[in-house]
């Protein structure tokens, strides 16, 4: 029975290793400007955890207030995104919507040339 939970959770850790470095997710990470891109790159390192999961709340509920001013849509998927590190519901909905990135919109996940 041990054995069994220790398999697992070792392939749960490799499911979320493998999500986590999703090449499509990468690509448009990528594509965001410099100063989200360093942002994101750091909250997605497996060090900040509990970092990662409050600034994808905060991205979430400020995405639900989008229609206010300061707020902007943007932030929803952006926090989804965040949360799907941690959460495994979340990752196979991730999987499936950059699936349908790749087969919709492939100009999306076109590595964009480094400005000077």
Known sequence: ?????RRSAG?????H???ARDPRLER??????????STIRILRQRSS??????AGVLLVCG???GFLPIMGFWMLPLGLVLLADDVSALRSARSRILD?????RPHWLVRQPEAS
């Open 1 to 5: 029975m041990r054995g069994q939970r």
């Open 11 to 15: 392939a749960d850790l490799q499911s």
């Open 17 to 19: 290793v493998a999500s």
């Open 28 to 37: 448009l990470i990528d594509s965001l400007p410099q100063h989200f891109r």
């Open 49 to 54: 955890p509990w970092l990662r999961m409050t």
């Open 63 to 65: 995405g639900l207030l």
């Open 100 to 104: 349908w990135i790749e087969h919709r």
